[in-house]
T-cell receptor, first 112, second 113 residues
Framework: EPEVTQTPSHQVTQMGQEVILRCVPI?????FYWYRQILGQKVEFLVS????????KSEIFDDQFSVERPDGSNFTLKIRSTKLEDSAMYFC??????????FGDGTRLSIL | QKEVEQNSGPLSVPEGAIASLNCTYS??????FFWYRQYSGKSPELIMF??SNGDKEDGRFTAQLNKASQYVSLLIRDSQPSDSATYLC?????????????WGLGTSLAVNP
């Protein structure tokens, strides 16, 4: 069964540094998402992406965040200057039309 | 009022029993509902989804919708220790096909051998 893959599985970064989280969505999916989950809290929507542009973004997704689909397969989330409160699990998801979203295994981001 | 609410639990049931998990939602216009399972430190895994037109059964799992009271239930029959996890309810929000999921906090289920 096709899967969403995310790399790296764990990223440790100093505060203020830039990080790029990578995702390869399921190949025939058209809709892409990033969510995050702070330890012990609920999953939160960050951004959705379709047809090479952002469809919707949450209040969390401020100017420090950006997304890109640099080629036909990768979908990246960049945090320009990380803060301690950015420490969380980041999940990439993809879907096809009205079908449910399928999630990658996530990247655990630890900011020191 | 929170958009999607769940009792955080933990819900503890003996092996072989029926586990019943509930989720309430605030938007009366919601048309679809998703149940995900999340093991500790792992990503959400889709278990079931239902639309507003009716309940759904898949193996040991049944999802039921009560539109009047605005809640959805997930029943797990013949519960197994491997079912021990957090169960997340998610409701799509937005227009068109590109819709974000709004999540509950999840209910922790413990199935005791």
């Amino acid at each position: 069964e096709p899967e969403v893959t995310q790399t790296p599985s764990h990223q440790v970064t100093q505060m203020g540094q830039e990080v790029i989280l990578r995702c390869v969505p399921i190949s025939n999916h058209l809709y892409f998402y990033w969510y995050r989950q702070i330890l012990g809290q609920k999953v939160e929507f960050l951004v959705s992406f379709y047809n090479n542009e952002i469809s919707e973004k949450s209040e969390i997704f401020d100017d420090q965040f950006s997304v890109e689909r640099p080629d036909g397969s990768n979908f990246t989330l960049k945090i320009r200057s990380t803060k301690l409160e950015d420490s969380a699990m980041y999940f990439c998801a993809s879907s096809d039309s009205l079908q449910p979203q399928h999630f990658g295994d996530g990247t655990r981001l630890s900011i020191l | 009022q929170k958009e999607v609410e769940q009792n955080s639990g933990p819900l503890s049931v003996p092996e072989g029993a029926i586990a019943s998990l509930n989720c309430t939602y605030s938007d009366r216009g919601s048309q679809s509902f998703f149940w995900y399972r999340q093991y500790s430190g792992k990503s959400p895994e889709l278990i079931m989804f239902i639309y507003s037109n009716g309940d759904k059964e898949d193996g040991r799992f049944t999802a039921q919708l009560n539109k009047a009271s605005q809640y959805v239930s997930l029943l797990i029959r013949d519960s197994q220790p491997s079912d021990s996890a957090t169960y997340l309810c998610a409701v799509p929000r937005g227009a068109g096909n590109n819709r974000k999921l709004i999540w509950g906090l999840g209910t922790s289920l413990a199935v005791n051998p």
